[in-house]
Nanobody, 126 residues
Framework: QVQLVESGGGLVQAGGSLRLSCAAS????????MGWFRQVPGKEREFVAS????????DYVGSVKGRFTISRDNAKNTVYLQMNSLRPEDTAVYYC???????????????????WGQGTQVTVSS
C-alpha cells in the first residue's frame, strides 16, 4: 500500500521560509513523478509544483515561480518543497501526491495522481 507522509509545515512570518518534506513508501518511488498541491477552505485544491520521476523536469504555478523549489531524493524516497519569500496568500494545507503512471515528465492536475498525503498546514502571518 502506498503511503505519503508530509512534514515541515508551520507558522512563519511573511518573507520567511519553510521546507516541506514528503516521504513515500509502497511504490518504486524513483519511477513516478511527484507533485505538491495546496488547498484553502472553501476553494478547490490547486497545483503548486511537480517534478519528473528522474528529477530532470519541474513545473510551477505562476504565483510561486522564483520563490518555491521542488526537488527529490530518490535514495531517500522523499520529495521536498522549499518555500522562500512566503506571503500570506501562500497560507493553505499542502499535500503531496504521486503520479498514477510511471515515467511521466509532468503533472498538470490532481486527476493524474492516485495517492495523497494527509496534508500539512502552512500559515504565513503578515
Amino acid at each position: 500500500q502506498v503511503q505519503l507522509v508530509e512534514s515541515g509545515g508551520g507558522l512563519v512570518q511573511a518573507g520567511g521560509s519553510l521546507r516541506l518534506s514528503c516521504a513515500a513508501s509502497g511504490r518504486t518511488f524513483s519511477s513516478y513523478a511527484m507533485g505538491w498541491f495546496r488547498q484553502v477552505p472553501g476553494k478547490e485544491r490547486e497545483f503548486v509544483a511537480s517534478i519528473s520521476w528522474s528529477g530532470t523536469y519541474t513545473d510551477y504555478v505562476g504565483s510561486v515561480k522564483g520563490r518555491f523549489t521542488i526537488s527529490r531524493d530518490n535514495a531517500k524516497n522523499t520529495v521536498y518543497l522549499q518555500m522562500n519569500s512566503l506571503r500570506p496568500e501562500d497560507t493553505a494545507v499542502y499535500y503531496c501526491a504521486i503520479d498514477s503512471k510511471r515515467y511521466r515528465f509532468h503533472l498538470t492536475g490532481q486527476d493524474e495522481c492516485d495517492y495523497w498525503g494527509q496534508g500539512t498546514q502552512v500559515t504565513v502571518s503578515s
